[in-house]
């Protein structure tokens, strides 16, 4: 059947559209370096936005020291747009599971609405890590910001090595799955087509998915949220832990409404692809599910392991 | 059928967009300074040294000085003693940052002196003010106007100057000297730099975010 080609450009196009997503995130090298070409207008106009928040990172500190210096509501009122905005923007820098999230939606979910539940979760759930590892070192345990700061790569380490297995177990189920599905039935008949009507019992579906989709929540959510840490950090040095605790939480509405929108988005193209996959009459496309499910573990998998690599290199600064 | 593909590959489209356009951990300043620098002549009305004043920003400023004691609003000062002496001796390597070249050639600048860390409790902001010598004082004359950058080729800092007296003059001989500022316009700096300059560290991403300050002494040059 000539049917096959366009269900594997299909796949391969799905797979390279959350490796861009992934390599996007985290400079992988490239070999031989990369060409020096101008920046198309879009991405250039998109780094200069990358480059306001940055901006309002740094207007955060004085709208901080105003509202516990000050305790107006007009302070307040800035320090909580600022720590919105600062989220949104933030959110599309690297970290706060943009990849594993996609990649588990690509994996093991199709609704809309639970891809947004995931994302707001999975955002609350960084910056909750955040205010308890801030709160329990710093104010707890009385370290001093460097040594707060010095500790939270590990507790990143084991974020990623849960991401990692997270990644594995996706993985081994499509495998699994994969193989249950394929041999009962004969290579002859034409199954494809009847199999994917069968509309999959939601009950089942949901009950099975829950487990994957809290260890996402878990793994993802482990890692603090980079800029949350930061302003948490700095309260504590303004004797201001609670004003920083609520700016974390706003700021992690704002990073959950970033990854909404990538949430959002590969569940639209992976359902897409579903009903595509549905009407293609290949046995390539029946077993789309069981391939996507492999295919983002396997992005999940490996973005783990890189990012568990690269939390043994640092930047090095003259100042720090 | 159509409109399966058409969703299909317009969520693709926008997510390639959303994905693309958060750069590789696209080097950012994690540390603002604000700058002054007084340019001090010696007798003959050549520079000999400048004098730089960095502030740093709430951020860097608190934990620089965290766990430091502390009484009535102030700072130990030998803590800030040490404090500038540490930070000075880091930057040697770096040569503090500055590049000072006269009539486009390089000059040489010598180990920073007269370190000082200050803590303004009133704005929660330290300061760094050192002195960077000249090996050889360079008079600035017609076509050889003296040029300072001081920037931080990782971008790590992003260094700027204050927009009130961000430069003076100082010292012995400096009449008909004036400083100009050339600050870039940072927007198109963002906009138009190749990607390469984003991702490759040689590639010193920082002087493309610097300020040029310009000394000229004696009549202009028509």
């Known amino acids: ?320 | 059928m159509q409109s399966s593909w058409k969703q299909f590959l317009v969520s693709l489209a926008v997510m390639g967009i959303v994905a693309l356009s958060a750069q590789p951990s696209m080097a950012h300043p994690h540390v603002f300074i604000d700058m002054k620098t007084a340019f001090r002549f010696d007798d003959e009305g050549r520079l000999e040294a400048l004098r730089i004043t960095w502030i740093f920003d709430e951020f860097y400023s608190a934990y620089a000085v965290d766990g430091a004691p502390k009484a009535n609003g102030a700072y130990d000062e030998k803590y800030l003693a040490l404090l500038a002496e540490e930070n000075l001796k880091n930057l040697a390597e770096w040569n503090y940052f500055a590049e000072v070249t006269s009539g486009g050639t390089p000059v040489e600048t010598g180990e920073a002196l007269d370190g000082l860390s200050t803590w303004n409790e009133e704005t929660g902001r330290l300061s760094l003010t050192f002195t960077l010598p000249l090996k050889v004082p360079q008079a600035a004359s017609a076509g050889t106007a003296v040029d300072v950058r001081i920037f931080d080729p990782s971008y790590y800092i992003t260094i700027d100057y204050v927009s009130d007296e961000p430069v003076s003059l100082a010292g012995g001989q400096h009449q008909g000297c004036s400083v100009a500022i050339a600050v870039p316009e940072v927007e198109q700096v963002w906009t138009s730099l190749p990607e390469s300059a984003f991702t490759n560290p040689d590639n010193r991403l920082g002087a493309n975010f610097a300020s040029t300050a310009t000394l000229n002494c004696g009549p202009e040059k028509s």
């Open chain 1, 1 to 320: 059947m000539k049917r096959i080609a366009p269900a594997a450009l299909l796949l391969a196009l799905t797979i390279c559209a959350f490796g861009s997503v992934a390599w996007a995130q985290h400079a992988l090298p490239i070999p031989g370096g990369s060409p020096a070409e101008a920046p198309g207008m879009f991405s250039g106009i998109m780094r200069y936005i990358m480059a306001m928040q940055q901006d309002y990172y740094r207007s955060m500190a004085g709208a901080l020291r105003a509202v516990n210096l000050q305790g107006s509501l007009a302070a307040a009122w800035t320090l909580a747009s600022l720590s919105f905005l600062y989220g949104i923007f933030h959110a599309a820098g690297p970290g706060h599971g943009k990849v594993v999230v996609a990649s588990y939606i690509l994996a093991d979910e199709r609704e809309v609405r639970r891809g947004i539940l995931v994302a707001f979760l999975s955002a609350l759930a960084q910056a909750i890590t955040a205010i308890t590892a801030v709160g329990l070192l710093s104010l707890a345990l009385g370290l001093t910001h460097r040594a707060t700061a010095g500790a939270v790569p590990y507790i990143e380490r084991a974020s990623f090595a849960l991401i990692a297995c997270l990644g594995a177990w996706l993985i081994w189920r499509a495998v699994r799955g994969g193989l249950e599905h394929g041999h009962p039935h004969g290579h002859h008949h034409d199954h494809g087509h009847e199999h994917a009507h069968l509309p999959t019992p939601a009950e089942l579906k949901k009950a099975k998915g829950f487990k994957e989709m809290a260890a996402m929540i878990l793994s993802v959510g482990l890692r603090p949220c980079s800029g949350a840490v930061l302003v948490l950090l700095f309260a504590v040095t303004q004797g201001a832990f609670l004003i920083g605790a609520a700016s974390a939480l706003i700021m992690s509405l704002g990073t959950a409404i970033t990854v909404s929108v990538l949430a959002v988005l590969t569940v639209f193209s992976k359902n897409a692809a579903l009903r595509i996959a549905r009407r293609m009459d290949s046995p390539w496309a029946a077993r789309i599910e069981p391939i996507l499910m492999a295919g983002g573990g396997a992005i999940i998998l490996l973005f783990g392991v890189l990012l568990f690599a690269g939390t043994f290199t640092g930047p090095a600064s003259p100042l720090l």
